[in-house]
């Protein structure tokens, strides 16, 4: 069974028949095949019936529509072949079909490897398999379908890959000295294209490899006056450069018969970049719910769509941006882009360098990419103006190396994921990922262990999960020593959480390392903030205030505010509301704080009660923060 999309909808079955279908079964058909083996929702198919105002019984249609569909697909025609299957899933269709069966994706393949030959120089290859590929083309894309937006969008995508064809397999045949066969070839296009530059002046220069330089000259006549009665723009400076080196019949016309190889590069190129998805992915479902609305909600908007995923270090946040990229990616059928924004030494990863990779990704050649990062920025703000890009950028620490790397479509978004919520970034929406519940870290632990938990076993498994404070991150790094060959028990391995003195190194397995990401977000800090998380950690209670911090750090209230909001921007400090006099409360977590504790080298005390209250004497007081802070004058925090 095949399925033409390069023409009027057919579905042609082995005898060579074509099966006919009603107009809202072809437009069905065709998303369906547009996203094969992929799960279509009810609400994009309404969107693409009904853009304007769907019918109130619009799910029992779309429901009588699939049915219509599905059973045509399995008549007594096909009884022979392998049928595509049409599955109904909770949230809509997926309809199951080899990709060979389908025109458009064989056309983009055979674009694919012309272009890799061509770029190869195997012109002969070349041209074969972009003729193959162009042959498949009857008339425009879903000539006869009644198109929504998204089949707008991926039909004009196939006429531009079209062009793009076109122009490269001319090329093909002009490196092969093809010439008369060119200039036929170029002639049909420049009447169908009276403005497209490009056609004009390969024909311009196959003319004049012919020896019929007035003809060359006459079509350069041609195309200024089609752009100035049509536009009222000159040609442009490289066509007019050559129009003079056709004049002068000199040497430097030799510099256009090189075929610019690179200027059909693989602008139909489409990035997938994505890291793979978590298997055992657990919990978070209400919150990918939630965002993937208002990523989706604010798309096809004026400005690119920014959403920063924040929280505390180790609360899985890059598995939560790959999850709910994956989610997201079959709207934004131009590309999906990944970028980690830190380096393997925790140090900001170089923009100008991502960018040149990107670049690469889309087929532009090093001569095409410039060499400054704000060139870079721009060419793939240009790229991307116009087209449906998703980007991940990981491990942000600051917006200075999110923002050149934006694409600059109102139809493109961008997750962020960052312990701060870089306000830098103009219109980003902040998404909070909390750690998990205790429920939830217990499942995701038997996942990672590959067990079923009975009852008994409870009771140590909340301990664990309760010292890891339900960090993903924690709850891997335990869950590969539970999996060790050396098995641990759940017991011996509560008790090791329990000793605070060896919490961090029991939370560290292989690059899972807690102590180290924590190391990451203490360089993040001022020197004089540095200095203050040490004694905070080691003298405060469960919750505290700035005023009693200013105590124990013996100085000004307001520098005391100063460093705990430096500290909570990288959720070292977590702001958990007010207490009843109106005093904002601050928690350092226990894990941060057995970390600042072993890096002043005086270790972690036991754990304190939950009650807030400070226990300070005089002499209690570190000397750590002297270097830092003026000694308080008396009345100064009132």
Excluded at 62 to 71: D, G, H
Excluded at 179 to 194: S, Y
Aim: charged share 25%.
């Amino acid at each position: 069974m095949q399925f033409r999309l390069l023409g009027n909808l057919e579905i042609e079955s082995g005898d060579g028949r074509i099966v006919p279908l009603a107009p809202k079964l072809r437009t069905i058909l065709s998303l369906l095949l547009t996203l094969n083996n992929q799960t279509v929702p009810v609400s994009r198919l309404i969107d693409e019936l009904w853009p304007d105002e769907p019918p109130t019984t619009v799910v029992a249609t779309i429901q009588t529509y699939v049915y219509q569909l599905r059973k045509i697909l399995e008549s007594r025609k096909f009884a022979k072949e392998k049928v595509p299957s049409l599955v109904t899933e909770t949230s809509g269709y997926r309809l199951n079909v080899l990709p060979e069966s389908i025109d458009s994706h064989v056309f983009e393949r055979c674009f694919r490897e012309g272009r890799l030959a061509f770029e190869a120089g195997d012109f002969e290859r070349s041209a074969r398999a972009l003729h193959a590929g162009l042959s498949l083309w009857r008339s425009s894309a879903f000539a006869d379908v009644t198109m929504g937006p998204r089949l707008e969008a991926y039909a004009t995508q196939l006429e531009e890959a079209r062009l793009q064809a076109i122009e490269l397999r001319v090329d093909a045949k002009t490196e092969l000295g093809q010439h008369q066969e060119v200039v036929r070839e170029l002639k049909a296009l420049t009447i169908a294209h009276p403005l497209h530059e490009g056609f004009q002046a390969k024909l311009m220069l196959a003319l004049y490899r012919l020896g019929r330089r007035h003809e060359s000259l006459d079509t350069y006549a041609r195309l200024r006056t089609n752009l100035v009665e049509a536009l009222g723009v000159e040609p442009t400076a490289a066509t007019q450069r050559l129009h003079r080196a056709l004049l002068a019949a000199d040497d430097s016309v030799d510099e256009f018969l090189g075929t610019p190889r690179a200027s059909s590069a693989a602008v139909h190129v489409h990035p997938a970049q994505l890291p793979a998805d978590i298997p055992d992915f657990t919990g978070r479902t209400a919150l990918l719910a939630r965002t993937e609305r208002l990523v989706l909600d604010c798309v096809d908007d004026t400005a690119t769509n920014i959403t920063v995923l924040t929280g505390r270090t180790g609360v899985g946040k890059t598995a939560f941006a790959v999850r709910l990229a994956h989610r997201l990616k079959r709207r934004f059928p131009d590309g999906q882009f990944y970028a980690s924004l830190t380096d393997d030494n925790g140090e900001p990863a170089d923009p100008r360098r991502l960018l040149g990779d990107f670049l690469r990704s889309l087929g532009f050649t090093p001569e095409q990419i410039p060499d400054t990062l704000e060139a870079r920025s721009q060419l793939f703000r240009s790229w991307s103006a116009d087209r449906g890009v998703l980007m991940v950028l990981d491990d942000a620490l600051s917006e200075r190396e999110a923002r050149p790397l934006v694409p600059g479509g109102a139809h493109c978004a961008v997750l962020v994921s960052s312990c701060q919520s870089l306000p830098g970034l103009s219109g980003a929406r902040v998404v909070e990922v909390d750690p998990l519940s205790p429920n939830e870290a217990v499942e995701l632990l038997g996942r990672i262990v590959g067990r079923r938990w009975n009852d008994g076993d409870l009771p140590t498994l909340h301990t664990i999960v309760d010292k890891c404070e339900c960090l993903p991150l924690a709850l891997r790094a335990i869950g590969s020593r539970l999996c060790a060959p050396t098995h641990v028990s759940l017991e011996a391995c509560a008790a090791r959480l329990v000793d605070r003195h060896r919490r961090l190194s029991e939370l560290r397995s292989g690059d899972l390392d807690l102590r180290a990401r924590l190391a990451r977000g203490r360089r993040q800090l001022t020197p004089a903030t540095r200095g203050c998380l040490a004694p905070l950690s080691r003298e405060t209670s469960t919750t505290f205030t700035s005023r009693e911090a200013a105590d124990i750090l013996r100085c000004d209230t307001v520098q005391a505010e100063v460093a705990l909001l430096e500290a909570s921007q990288i959720r070292l400090v977590l702001p958990v509301g007010e207490n009843g006099d109106g005093d904002m409360l601050f928690r350092i977590p226990d894990v941060v704080r057995i970390y600042f504790m072993e890096e002043s080298g005086r270790g972690p005390l036991p754990e304190r009660g939950g009650h807030r209250g400070m226990h300070v004497t005089e002499g209690s007081r570190s000397a750590t923060t002297s270097a830092y802070w003026p000694t308080r004058t008396v009345g100064a925090a009132t």
